[in-house]
């Protein structure tokens, strides 16, 4: 389990809830531009949400998950296709275990991070990741992969309330 590999996905049954809540389920009809606009609005929001996460796990290490993860019965986070957080406290003790053995953390985002608004409350994120980690004996570990996940606006600030991540295996030279 590595903590900079974290991505947000949404179950079936959530996005099937979140179908009936677009963002322009509330507006008139004829205010195509407005609904386009807070679109624009979300999305500018939760591309600021997720620069704000590499630079502070990049500064921060470990621990800066906290602020990112909401804290709330929803939030779960699977890696490589195991549940690896079936809840916020379990993520909240592994996260305080690695703040004791990762010395430092680089995570970035690839160039295709996209941006999916579902409501104003609500956003798809994916993206390409990379990460440099250094434990407390110098020993540095390289990983690629991809990330999805569900941002939510909670508590007036975006936060992931799912994530997964998803390692992309080493290629294989030809003999």
Known sequence: MRVGRWALVASGSTLLALAGCGLDSDVPTGSASSTASRKAGVEQEVRQFAAAVSRDITQQGPAAWEKHFEDSPAFFMAS?????????????????????????????????????????????????????????????????????????????????????????????KAP
């Open 80 to 172: 490589e296709g195991k549940l690896v957080f079936p809840n916020r406290q379990a993520a909240r003790q592994a996260i305080g275990e690695l703040t004791h053995t990762i010395q430092h953390i680089e995570l970035s985002w690839g160039d295709d991070l996209r941006v999916d608004p579902l409501t104003p409350e609500f956003a798809v994120v994916a993206t390409s990741w990379h990460e440099v980690q250094s434990d407390k004996e110098g020993r540095q570990t390289t990983e690629n992969g991809f990330f999805t996940g569900l941002a939510e606006r909670h508590n007036g600030r975006w936060q992931f309330r799912n994530a997964h991540w998803s390692v992309a295996l080493p290629v294989s």
